[in-house]
């Protein structure tokens, strides 16, 4: 079992960056993939990026050239990097891991609003 804890988020105005992160209750050395989800007013929950123990990273087109997804296993924090955010990014931001097991965790979720 693992808690994930997200922090970072906020309010930005358009062009601007955030840095979110994602602390974990245990080592995240052998998740197998964690990654960052959204979910926008009235819309789905959709992937943003994601990462694999090795390090490959996958991103939403919507975000790619943008975001970048990071993990620290040694602190066992995943990071997401945002940069050149715009109105359409605003969104709860999730933090997930998915174990080998095949479990799917949750945090609780950070807001992320973009808005001059």
């Known amino acids: 079992q693992v808690q994930l804890v997200e922090s970072g988020g906020g309010l930005v105005q358009p062009g601007g960056s955030l840095r979110l992160s994602c602390a974990a209750s245990r080592s995240i050395f052998t998740i197998n993939y964690m990654a960052w989800y959204r979910q926008a007013p009235g819309k789905g929950r959709e992937l943003v990026a994601g990462i694999t123990s090795g390090g490959s990273t996958n991103y939403a087109d919507s975000v790619k050239g943008r975001f970048t997804i990071s993990r620290d296993n040694a602190e066992n924090t995943l990071h997401l990097q945002m940069n050149s955010l715009k109105a359409e990014d605003t969104a709860v931001y999730y933090c997930?891991?998915?174990?080998?097991?095949?479990?799917?965790?949750w945090g609780q979720g950070t807001q992320v609003t973009v808005s001059s």
């Open positions: 997930n891991a998915y174990t080998s097991v095949g479990t799917h965790y």
